[in-house]
């Protein structure tokens, strides 16, 4: 398939006014400055004259397939409060790619998202970005998992185990809850790199007392080892100034990558945030502040951060806001002073560097996965319309 004579927004540091994309086999193959020859076009190509063609939108940070679109309790599966801490729980086990939710995103060019487990837990559990339509078996839509382990500071774990009359009520136990499990998991780390040291690997070797030097498997420990191995990261749930700090010191403390989550007073401290080179992802900002914690809340925040040198995200934390509605958070932002370039590179390629999936999705080169949009004109413009999505080069719309 071809798309030719559209306006077309690479996202990889070029621009084309009048130009075409190919792809095969699920992937791009070619992106063309001219129109493409004549001589090339087919019944199944399309003819963007006029239109704008852009990467699918990622959603860094969302819930979809956990919280299901119009049922109660029986479609919701995001926050096990029971324990406090649950690193080993798995937002696969979790969504339901039938959700019609997936529609709505992937028909408005929300065509990967990051989703997973809530804040009810100071540790929630791993979080996976999937692509939002091509299979109803959740396994046939990965593009990472586990992606990151969720963590959550703030009125969220506290006001859920204030209910319970159990810990953690307060900001400090919270983070306590956090470290401990934490250097629980680098105690068994360090043992089993000192026994497979010792061992060389070869388990068969240890027999009698040295079997002990083996530590007994707990799956909690176990689901933390690729975070403190550093390959995959911490997703810090924090809205206010000192949540934010208090994310940056336990991950510096136990040496771990992380990203802000919705750091909605993002902005009061943008100076700082540009120093700690961390990926922010701001947002839901849509709506009424729904709690004392979010009294701040202002799209002038991912513009701010943005000028300040922080690589930033939109998100909707769908169902807070729905899916199809990323975009016009971007424009938002842009309407409160954001950069539009910045504005599209927050839901496009930022993302996609943030997860650590820019290799594959997030912007228009050769060898990417074919995940585009053609809009009808001005992608944040609020009359310009989708017009035909492209997820991994099957058309959805």
């Known amino acids: 398939m071809t798309i030719y004579n559209a306006k077309i927004k690479t996202m990889a540091g070029l621009d084309i006014e009048d130009g075409y994309v190919e792809f095969h086999d699920g992937k791009i193959t070619a992106i063309g400055i001219k129109p493409a020859p004549a001589s090339a076009i087919t019944e199944n190509d399309i003819n963007a004259e006029g239109k704008t063609l852009v990467p699918g939108f ?10 299901e679109n119009g049922l109660g309790f029986e479609g919701t599966d995001a926050n096990e409060i029971s324990d406090p801490a649950t690193p080993h729980l798995r937002a696969v086990d979790m969504i339901n790619p039938r959700d019609f939710a997936f529609t709505e995103a992937a028909k408005a060019g929300v065509t990967c998202a990051v989703t997973g487990v809530g804040s009810a837990n100071p540790m929630g559990g791993e979080l996976l970005a999937m692509k939002t339509s091509g299979s109803s078996r959740i396994d046939e839509l990965i593009v990472k998992s586990p992606l990151a382990i969720k963590m959550a500071l703030g009125e969220n774990p506290k006001t859920c185990y204030s209910e319970r009359d159990e810990t953690p009520k307060t900001r400090m136990a919270t983070a306590a809850v956090i470290r401990e499990q934490l250097y629980k998991a680098k105690r068994y780390m360090e043992a089993l790199d000192k026994y497979s040291s010792k061992y060389e690997g070869n388990s068969d070797t240890a027999t009698g007392d040295d079997a002990g030097d083996l530590p007994e498997y707990d799956i909690k420990n176990e689901a933390l080892l690729p975070l403190l191995r550093g390959e995959i990261k911490a997703h810090f749930h924090c809205h206010r100034a000192d ?31 540009a120093k700690e080179n961390v990926p922010i992802a701001v947002g839901p900002t849509l709506g009424h502040p729904s709690k004392v914690e979010l009294k701040n809340k202002t799209f002038e ?23 199809q509605y990323l975009a ?32 594959r999705i997030g912007s228009l080169e050769p060898g990417k996965d074919a995940d585009v949009i053609l809009a009808t004109g001005d992608i944040f413009a609020l009359e310009t319309e989708v017009q035909t999505v492209l997820i991994n080069g099957a058309k959805i719309s």
């Open 58 to 67: 990622i959603d860094a940070h969302c819930h979809l397939g956990a919280f």
């Open 328 to 359: 016009l958070c971007a424009a938002l932002a842009i309407k409160s002073g954001m950069d539009k370039y910045e504005a599209l590179r927050a839901i496009t390629i930022n993302p996609a560097l943030h997860i650590g999936a820019a290799g």
């Open 243 to 273: 949540d934010i700090f208090t994310a940056l010191r336990v991950a510096r403390e136990a040496d771990v990558l992380i990203t802000l989550e919705h750091c909605t007073e993002g902005h009061l401290i943008a100076d700082y945030l």
């Open 301 to 323: 925040t991912p513009g701010i951060l943005a000028r300040a040198g922080c690589a930033v995200s939109i998100i909707t934390d769908s169902p807070v806001i729905p899916q």
